[in-house]
């Protein structure tokens, strides 16, 4: 058995290097592309986060226990992006 492994490894020795070679540089790719990719769903996400206009809603309590009155189950959430109840805070009232 070790034997065949020696032969097998004279028979790749000289593959071996650019294998290597090629295995490095591969997996250094991979991890920059890992990360550019992290990174990108990253901005995505925190793009989209920014969307849920709950903290300048009039409505928002900013209580833990019950963050909106009108909209309990969406307030703060993905949800609250298209929220039909949405009021500004600035908002001025005319009558
Ligand atoms: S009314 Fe809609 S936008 Fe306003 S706090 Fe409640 S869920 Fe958020």
Redesign the pocket.
């Known amino acids: 058995m070790l034997e065949l492994l020696q032969i097998l490894i004279q028979i790749i020795q000289p593959f071996l290097v650019p294998i290597c070679f090629v295995l490095a540089w591969g997996f250094v790719i991979l991890i920059v592309w890992s990360i550019g990719a992290a990174m990108r769903d990253t901005m995505q996400r925190a793009k989209q986060m920014h969307q849920i206009?709950?903290a300048d809603?009039m409505?928002?309590t900013g209580n833990y226990h019950l963050?909106?009155p009108?909209?309990p189950k969406?307030?703060?959430s993905e949800a609250?992006i298209n929220?039909p109840?949405?009021?500004s805070r600035n908002q001025t009232l005319t009558l």
Request: glycine content about 0%; proline content about 6%; some cysteine.
């Open positions: 206009p709950c809603c409505f928002f963050k909106c009108v909209q969406i307030a703060l609250a929220c109840d949405y009021s």
